[in-house]
């Protein structure tokens, strides 16, 4: 009875002090004791940015009564009945290795009114500790630790880009990611932070609440906690198989062209729509909500803008895409190691044949392949606005545009359609130029282009602008030195060849080009490279690396020109700087 006693005057003085903090602080006062060196525009840009809500910790009374009475000492008398806390009891649950069952969690919110007549909550989480029920270390080890005592801030009228000031300045000042959160009920999202360690608050985490979704920033927020999580982080690495055939699934039954993006739709309607089960296609729409492919609200299920890109309907859908990646690549990904042990293509020792090969004699794999190629189309959003197609389309005497292994004409429509005095050339294989014939023609170009079938020795002569868009990632260095002198020989002096890539960064940064590396030698027996090496391989077939821009999606827009004719417009640039 005596430890009893002890326990609940520890407590009571715990939460009076607690009490107490919350009355005497401000959000201005309470910022740079939490955060030390926050002053001047910084701390006036947090002040109003956020506001101090509330201060919370737990508390272990035996039962109901004494945190009653626990309370009214405290003067928090008129206080609601306590409500269950789930997530603090799975975390006990799995910081303490206990049965979630025995831990009795509850949550309440006594309102508190600051020195500055703000209302403020005290939030006292409650683990019931029954006298003989064994509890007593973990409450003692608790109440030690203060895992669960935390500082919160309300985000006021957030906006993407004033939340990632606020992550930014939090992270600037010390304080590191510690979990978070998206409640769908309540429409808001949680992050979490631990204290820097010089802090003076008394606290060890803060909590940002921000009304509304905001989940592909708390991504970003988690991304920083799990790094400091290596178990947790190795396991989600170990399931992004199970994202990708999610995705796929996702998109092979059609489910995304059934559903809607303003409004929810229900489980059996969805089901009997795509032929599914409701009880498997509910599981698997759970397991996207997670990745925010949908949401989900009162009516049902509904589409996010990036699972608005698996429909097959969708400007710049991505469907093709999903398919491919879930599907012949997928299979080829699972013999990886074949490549790394022997340096034999994955695709190649799973099919007996490199995938260009393959695809060819399978039209409907073909159709997917080339259609899963122009779902990158991001990529060249920017691409017709490059000074050579733009200087190419005001010139007098008009201009042609040759798409080298140009697919099914995607991107050359594109550049036709931005510049309408531009002819086009496509050079394909005979089975993509039917396909790249027929798209173009659709969308009016066809008179304006003309179509060669063949490889890559026949690139037509006397073209002013020359494109090679991701292609020699496609192959080995002797290849990509033999696609380039084919250019080289087609070229006149004045032309300029466009090559778009993903090029790997020199200084080691993370890039999708990286990724694409692997897939290239697991799919294709191609590669990545860093620019220098492809101005080696420019070099080799007579040619000059002269300008690089950044595109979408880590690509780049590599300039080049014939070595001499590169070499005359640097001249004749010098001579104009130095007469001036």
């Not at 508190?112 to 007593?136: H, Y």
């Amino acid at each position: 009875m005596i430890t009893t006693i002890t326990t609940l005057s520890g407590d009571t003085s715990r939460l009076r002090a607690t009490v107490d903090f919350v009355k005497e602080q401000d959000t201005a006062a309470l910022l740079p004791l939490l955060l030390p060196g926050l002053d001047g525009p910084e701390l006036r840009a947090l002040t109003e940015r956020c506001r101090f809500s509330h201060a919370a910790l737990l508390v272990f009374p035996s039962d109901e009564a004494e945190l009653r009475a626990m309370l009214t000492t405290c003067g928090l008398g008129a206080v609601p009945s306590p409500r269950p806390s789930v997530v603090v009891r799975e975390r006990l649950a799995v910081r303490h290795r206990r049965p979630v069952a025995e831990l009795d969690v509850s949550i309440l919110r006594p309102v508190v009114t600051g020195a500055d007549g703000e209302r403020r909550t005290v939030e006292v989480f409650a683990l019931t500790v029954p006298p003989g029920s064994g509890l007593e270390p973990l409450a003692a080890r608790e109440r030690e630790r203060e895992h669960e005592t935390h500082l919160a801030f309300d985000v006021v009228a957030p906006d993407p880009l004033a939340l990632r000031g606020l992550c930014a300045t939090f992270a600037r000042h010390g304080a590191t990611p510690d979990g978070g959160g998206y409640n769908a009920h309540e429409n808001g999202t949680v992050f979490y932070f631990d204290a820097p360690a010089e802090a003076k608050a008394g606290y060890r985490r803060v909590e940002l609440y921000v009304p509304g979704d905001h989940r592909d920033l708390l991504a970003d927020h988690l991304a920083g906690h799990r790094a400091r999580q290596p178990a947790e982080t190795l396991l989600r690495l170990l399931t992004g198989a199970w994202t990708t055939q999610a995705l796929t699934a996702f998109a092979r039954l059609g489910v995304a062209d059934a559903m809607d993006g303003e409004r929810g739709t229900g489980v059996a309607e969805l089901a009997r729509e795509v032929d599914a089960r409701p009880e498997n296609l509910a599981v698997l729409l759970r397991y996207l909500v997670m990745l925010g492919v949908v949401a989900e609200d009162r009516d049902g299920f509904r589409l996010t803008a990036p699972g608005a890109l698996l429909r097959a309907d969708a400007p710049g859908s991505m469907r093709a895409l999903a398919l491919m990646y879930g599907g012949p690549f997928y299979r080829s990904f699972a013999e990886l190691g074949h490549t790394v042990r022997t340096g034999e293509v994955a695709f190649d020792h799973l099919h007996g044949e490199n995938h260009f090969d393959h695809f060819a004699r399978d039209p409907e794999l073909a159709e997917l392949f080339d259609r899963s190629m122009a779902a990158g189309a991001a990529m060249f959003d920017p691409l017709p606005t490059h000074p050579a197609l733009t200087a190419a389309a005001e010139a007098p005497a008009g201009a042609t545009v040759v798409d080298v292994a140009g697919g099914n004409g995607e991107l050359l429509g594109r550049l036709l359609a931005a510049h309408p005095r531009l002819n086009g050339v496509l050079l394909e294989r005979p089975h993509a130029v039917e396909a790249a014939r027929r798209l173009l023609t659709e969308a009016g170009h066809g008179t304006r282009c003309a179509f060669v079938a063949g490889d890559f020795a026949d690139v037509p002569t006397g073209g002013d602008v020359y494109v090679l868009s991701r292609v020699l990632h496609d192959w080995d260095d002797e290849r990509c030195r033999e696609i380039l002198r084919h250019c080289a020989r087609a070229m006149p002096d004045h032309a300029d060849l466009l090559v778009v890539e993903r090029v790997l960064p020199s200084d080691g940064s993370v890039s999708l080009a990286t990724a694409w590396d692997l897939h290239m030698m697991c799919n294709v027996g191609g590669r990545e490279r860093r620019a220098d090496h492809y101005g080696r391989l420019f070099a080799d077939a007579g040619l000059a690396l002269v300008a690089r821009t950044p595109l979408p999606l880590d690509g780049h827009v590599l300039h080049v020109r014939k070595a001499e004719h590169a070499h005359r417009c640097e001249q004749r640039c010098e001579q104009r700087h130095s007469g001036r």
